[in-house]
């Protein structure tokens, strides 16, 4: 994969409730350990090096759509969720926030002696990275994030974020191991942040002559650097962005009205909802269907499918009530179906089991099947979401499916503590 693109990622105070960040790791686990199953580690590496598909995920789990505590909760939350089932995945995540991230060099040591990897090797690997994002690339931006996650085979994904304190935004980097030629050249996949006016990118493509023209400064006399540095000027490329708002709420334009009208129209048409059901092998209320399309999407869709991530937050909302408040019912009833398909589809060592893990299996299928018949509907039947009518569909029935906030719990606790209080 090349470099993705650029996004806004406004700085979002709070944390998150014990209640969805339990979700999220099982969420999280349980999407990754789909797209393995039918993928392979390689493909989900690559999505993870994406920044608009990491986008979607976090807002599918339930995190605020488009802030920067996606980065940190998400990556937390694969991380808890992948540690137990490490070695049956092949996948290794290392690394975190702040201390946490200075781990990461440990971790990748005792990873590499477990799995016979060159260690060291993934250390100076790690190093470069975040040395490169924070020193080479001079966009405003300090690390305090450093994430890197390895397969069984030795292909790597960094994903790390920097602050800028000035700004009050942030900046997310992706690092692909199967993308990268050469470090000092076009080694990220993608870059995640505020555009700042023009940055210095040292490891731009772009930037070859200047690179050359740094060594040249070093073996000139000093007072003819300083004559020529006066009037030199670089040309550094600037990357494409896609900018997201500062505003919480999601707006109509923040989401394909198409693409969620199918979703929709699965879920909400009778004869849709009746035939997606068959699919699906059980019968499955409306809006947990609407849940497990845009789901069925993070796991199986194609690169172009993801390039407005605000509509996966209409999947089980978010926690600070964007669009909605988190469906925990409709949450928990996703995962159940997720779960339970991937438990069943494990081998068992009795053939009286192999009934189980074909259902397993065909439950899994079932998801595939579901992702092509909303494509399908978008396709043929070109529906479009009324937003308007969606969101207050949705506020209408946010008590009857368990819909929860963060603001709730700030209303069972007066007080909170400097120790519990956090910055993603």
């Known amino acids: 994969m090349k470099r993705s693109g650029v996004a806004d990622l406004p700085l979002h105070g709070g944390r998150v409730p014990e209640w969805l960040a339990q979700r999220m790791t099982r969420l999280g686990a349980a999407v990754t350990e789909a797209i393995v199953s039918?993928?392979?580690?390689?493909?989900?590496?690559?999505?993870?090096?994406?920044?608009?598909?990491?986008?979607a995920l976090g807002a599918v789990m339930g995190m605020d759509w488009h802030s920067s505590g996606i980065t940190t909760s998400v990556m937390g939350a694969l991380k808890r969720?992948?540690?137990?089932?490490?070695?049956?995945?092949?996948?290794?995540?290392?690394?975190?926030?702040?201390?946490?991230?200075?781990?990461?060099?440990?971790?990748?040591?005792?990873?590499?002696y477990r799995r016979g990897f060159d260690g060291e090797s993934l250390v100076r690997t790690s190093r470069l990275t975040a040395r490169i994002d924070n020193n080479a690339i001079a966009d405003g931006f300090q690390i305090y994030l450093h994430t890197f996650l390895v397969d069984e085979k030795?292909?790597?994904?960094?994903?790390?974020?920097?602050?800028?304190?000035?700004?009050?935004?942030?900046?997310?980097?992706h690092w692909h191991s199967a993308a990268i030629k050469d470090f000092i050249e076009e080694p990220h996949t993608g870059?995640?942040?505020?555009p700042q006016g023009t940055i210095m990118n040292l490891v731009d493509?772009?930037?070859?002559?200047?690179?050359?023209?740094?060594?040249?400064?070093?073996?000139?006399?000093?007072?003819?650097?300083?004559?020529?540095?006066?009037?030199?000027?670089?040309?550094?490329?600037?990357?494409?962005?896609?900018q997201l708002p500062t505003h919480h709420g999601v707006r109509p334009n923040d989401v394909d009205l198409k693409r969620l009208g199918a979703v929709l129209a699965v879920a909400y048409?009778?004869?849709?909802?009746?035939?997606?059901?068959?699919?699906?092998?059980?019968?499955?209320?409306?809006?947990?269907?609407?849940?497990?399309?845009?789901?069925?999407?993070?796991?199986?869709?194609?690169?172009?499918?993801?390039?407005?991530?605000?509509?996966?937050?209409?999947?089980?909302?978010g926690k600070d009530g964007h669009p909605f408040a988190v469906p925990t019912k409709t949450y928990d009833e996703s995962l159940n179906f997720?779960?339970?398909?991937?438990?069943?589809?494990?081998?068992?060592?009795?053939?009286?089991?192999?009934?189980?893990?074909?259902?397993?299996?065909?439950?899994?299928?079932?998801?595939?099947?579901?992702?092509?018949?909303?494509?399908?509907?978008?396709?043929?039947?070109?529906?479009?979401?009324?937003?308007?009518?969606?969101?207050?569909h949705e506020q209408s029935i946010s008590v009857s499916v368990g819909g929860r906030t963060v603001f709730d719990d700030k209303r069972r606790v007066r007080t909170v503590s400097p120790r519990q209080r956090s910055l993603f």
């Open 38 to 55: 039918d993928y392979g580690t390689s493909a989900f590496l690559s999505r993870l090096s994406d920044p608009f598909w990491f986008q």
């Open 81 to 112: 969720g992948l540690a137990p089932k490490a070695d049956e995945l092949g996948l290794y995540l290392c690394g975190g926030r702040g201390r946490f991230s200075r781990n990461t060099p440990n971790e990748l040591r005792t990873i590499g």
């Open 154 to 173: 030795g292909e790597w994904v960094v994903v790390q974020q920097g602050l800028n304190d000035q700004t009050g935004m942030a900046r997310r980097y």
């Open 191 to 194: 870059i995640v942040g505020e």
């Open 205 to 242: 493509a772009h930037a070859r002559p200047a690179q050359n023209a740094m060594l040249d400064l070093t073996r000139m006399r000093p007072e003819k650097s300083l004559r020529e540095a006066a009037a030199a000027s670089l040309d550094i490329s600037r990357v494409p962005y896609l």
């Open 269 to 317: 048409d009778r004869d849709l909802h009746d035939f997606a059901e068959l699919l699906l092998l059980e019968k499955l209320g409306p809006r947990t269907l609407q849940s497990l399309a845009l789901v069925a999407e993070v796991i199986h869709g194609t690169p172009s499918r993801f390039n407005d991530p605000a509509r996966f937050s209409f999947a089980h909302g």
């Open 338 to 392: 997720l779960r339970s398909a991937l438990d069943h589809a494990k081998p068992v060592s009795t053939g009286r089991g192999n009934d189980r893990v074909e259902f397993g299996r065909e439950k899994l299928e079932a998801l595939k099947r579901l992702n092509r018949f909303a494509h399908s509907v978008e396709t043929h039947l070109k529906p479009e979401a009324n937003f308007d009518e969606l969101i207050t």
